[in-house]
């Protein structure tokens, strides 16, 4: 017997009358003991308060309403407003899965977290350059000069205007300046891009004689033997994206020939991880009797 129902016995009102005896007949408490006035004996009484005190099988810890309050954790002052120690805030169920801000700072209310910057271009807008472009006329782009490209040559009287592209004629040389530059999204790794070009000789006859190169398509670049990597050979700048340039002085010393007949066909490239943006473009040359007559770039 728990010790509140063992007090509850204890303290239960005793009769204070003695049953009264009379003549009729009275019947037996059913334990065979003498009745009271409630037609039980008094240990049959006290053995029914007894069972109606006692306490419930039922565990405490779950109560009649359904509610298990023994896994409610009771909260402290001042903990409420303790922010975890990693916030995790998912996008609405519209938005992209892979934007999930993690470890942001709280930024007070209920404001939501501030927008990470643009991530990369991912897939194909990175794989391929979107242009290639040939600046036969005109300035030069990105503020480089032929001496920016060929520092070492500068002053050497290989080129004329080696700020702008075109046709030139020092005298003694004839040709032309050309700069050709690809671009790409700027976010896009620079390094991942290279440029390229190969020259066919079309025709390449000089005092009468064929040149062993007319016909050929060469690796213009390899022949040079140039880092294409890299600067002087490559230079780079910022605009409408992100440019990576080159530029080429084609030229012939026509003061050592009587005759001349040279027609070349270039193809410039930047190549990607996916492929390659190109431009054509062509120069000729004619020399008659040590004279220049035609000195054109398309």
Known sequence: MSAYAQAQVEHAPRLSFTPVRSGLMQRKCACGGTPGAEGECAECSRKRLQHHLAPSATPSTV???GHHFSRIRAVHAGEASTPPATRVSLPPPEADESTIFVNQPPTGGSKAPTAPPPAVPKGDSCAVPFAMTK?????????????????????????????????FDTGTRAGSN?????????????ELFSLAQTVTHDKAIFDGVHDPDEGKTIDDIATSKSDASRPPFRRDWLGGGYNVSMADPPSLLYSAVRSAEWDRAFVTSL?????????????????????????TVT
Request: charged share 15%.
């Open 178 to 190: 050309v700069q050709l530059y690809g671009t790409f999204p700027s976010p896009c790794r620079p």
């Open 135 to 167: 600046v036969t006329s005109g300035p030069f782009q990105g503020g480089y000069t032929m001496d920016d490209y060929f520092p070492k040559h500068t002053g050497k009287g290989l080129w004329s205007h080696p700020d702008s592209g075109g046709s």
């Open 271 to 295: 190549i990607g991880s996916g492929g390659r943006a190109s431009v054509t473009w062509q120069t000729s040359i004619r020399v008659v009797n040590g004279k220049l007559t035609r000195n």
């Open 63 to 65: 109560p009649r309403s």
